[in-house]
């Protein structure tokens, strides 16, 4: 039998689960130190499920003509931040937008994340975000059209409450003891956090310690965190333009203390609005960028060219 206990397998199953034959696994394994398998008992080689993602990784390259000495130096790298990684091959990551939402719509947390996991183990939880994550929420938003299954509502509680709760795990990575700290939080009034724990895993990607706060968080709350951890940034988060608009002047005294950006989709009513200054680009991860990249201090706006 190939498999065997544990979740590890044998070089047959590798090589039929990744399409690469047993020979040019072992000479990418002796040539570049791509895999590392532990031993049996009996010294065969095990490999396990992280295996098979560097594996495809490495073919996915070398298909697209890149030297096998140059892929495996792409391999490597793939715990490399997002400016600077490869990505998850397209196949593969359009696989996983599949299995992930049969999961989520089955309601099975437990298969959800053995499949970002399993991810996470080769790539960075920003590269997962940019190429698993945020294609499956748009792909989501393009259906919201349609007219929705009896358990859409249960479905999307669900989702939303294993995304944000798996997004958050990995924003909460280690950072340097100088790292910038950034306060996160939806405005008074708005529940829709799911945008704002993406934005964190960005932030810690580049090298951010953030402090969040989650949905519905008074805006004194939010001043005396970032009081307390000397923010260089505060976040605020607001997809109704009603919760946006209710908070406005609030937002603005608090900007004269504290520097202040704001982004979701309610903010696209501000363009006529002393707070236009301080909208963040539409588009998360390059907002993420552009705050790193141009920051702000007290009282300051947002550099937006």
């Not at 249960?154 to 990995?170: G, I, P, V």
């Not at 960005?202 to 402090?211: E, F, I, K, R």
Request: aromatic share 4%.
């Amino acid at each position: 039998m190939s498999h065997v206990s544990h979740g590890l397998f044998h070089i047959g199953e590798l090589s039929r689960r990744t399409g690469v034959s047993a020979d040019v696994i072992r000479a990418w394994e002796r040539r570049y130190g791509l895999l590392t398998p532990t031993r049996s008992a009996g010294n065969f080689r095990l490999y396990s499920p992280q295996d098979v993602t560097r594996l495809r990784l490495m073919r996915h390259y070398v298909r697209q003509d890149i030297s096998p000495s140059r892929a495996a130096a792409l391999v490597a790298q793939s715990k490399a931040r997002l400016q600077s990684n490869p990505g998850v091959p397209a196949a593969d990551a359009r696989e996983v937008v599949t299995l992930l939402r049969g999961a989520l719509q089955r309601f099975e947390g437990a298969e959800a994340d053995r499949l970002l996991d399993r991810l996470v183990s080769v790539f960075t939880p920003a590269v997962v975000l940019r190429d698993v994550i945020l294609p499956y929420l748009r792909e989501l938003d393009e259906d919201a059209e349609g007219d929705e299954p009896p358990a859409a509502a249960a479905q999307e509680r669900f989702r939303t409450s294993f995304l944000e709760s798996w997004m958050l795990a990995r924003a909460r990575g280690r950072t340097a003891g100088d790292a910038r700290q950034a306060v996160l939080a939806c405005v008074p009034g708005e529940h829709h956090a799911l945008g704002l724990s993406a934005f964190a895993v960005a932030l810690a990607d580049l090298g951010w310690s953030t402090v969040y706060l989650g949905r519905d968080t008074p805006l004194t709350v939010v001043e005396q965190a970032a009081d307390s951890v000397g923010a260089d940034a505060i976040v605020l988060a607001a997809t109704l333009p009603a919760t946006l608009a209710g908070a406005a002047d609030e937002i603005a005294d608090l900007a004269q203390r504290h520097p202040i950006v704001l982004g979701g989709r309610a903010t696209h009513q501000l363009s006529s609005s002393p707070l236009a200054a301080r909208v963040l680009p539409p588009e998360l991860l390059p907002a993420a960028r552009h705050l790193t990249d141009h920051g702000l201090r007290r009282g300051e706006e947002l550099a937006l060219h």
